[in-house]
């Protein structure tokens, strides 16, 4: 591969990043990133439709999905119906979807506009206020959205960073048949 071509994809990359796109998007393999790392607990108190468990341990036997997001970004809210969809999709099964809300602006950090939007935007699932970006910062955040999947150990097992479909992407369908693969590990023992 030539300089130009390195040095325009390095380019991309990172314009992908500032602007909060998805790599994958822009000519990457557009399939979730394996992960191997323990998830860690969810710092705050500060929650909408639930107090949920913020400790992995307190969540064990759960597969979570995990998504960073804030109100303005319209990355964000392109991926909001497919977490819609998952919720009725895993809806009874042993599935959780969390969003936590980590502010870009002043005016995201303010919880009574947070919860407007969530309103707003008819979101059901439990959504963690992050206005210090706290969980940000522990989980190595760099992009909104960004979509994770914690397997029943409480481990990150995949990321999706952008949107899910974008520009024909699958990501909503790829990350549900993790999730659906994950569900049912040690299913036969």
């Not at 804030?70 to 990355?75: A, D, E, L, S, V």
Request: proline share 4%; with cysteine.
């Amino acid at each position: 591969m030539s300089n130009h071509k390195i040095s325009t994809r390095k380019f991309l990359a990172t314009a992908a990043g500032t602007l909060g796109w998805s790599v994958a998007a822009l000519g990457g393999v557009g399939e979730p990133i394996q992960m191997k790392s323990k998830a860690p607990d969810l710092q705050g108190s500060q929650w909408i439709h639930t107090h949920g468990p913020s400790a992995w341990k307190e969540r064990k036997g759960l597969v979570t999905i995990v998504h960073f997001w804030t109100y303005g970004c319209i990355n964000c809210k392109h991926n909001l119906p497919s977490y819609a969809r998952w919720q009725k999709h895993f809806a009874g099964r042993k599935v959780e979807i969390i969003g936590i809300h980590t502010p870009e602006f002043d005016h995201e950090a303010v919880a009574a506009n947070v919860e407007k939007k969530v309103r707003e935007f008819g979101i059901e699932w439990p959504v963690l206020l992050d206005p210090q970006m706290v969980n940000w910062r522990r989980w190595n955040q760099q992009y909104w959205p960004a979509v994770y999947l914690v397997d029943k150990e409480g481990r990150i097992r995949y990321r999706w960073d952008g949107e899910l479909n974008y520009r024909g992407l699958s990501g909503e369908r790829r990350m549900q048949e993790l999730a659906e693969g994950m569900l049912r590990e040690g299913e036969d023992a």
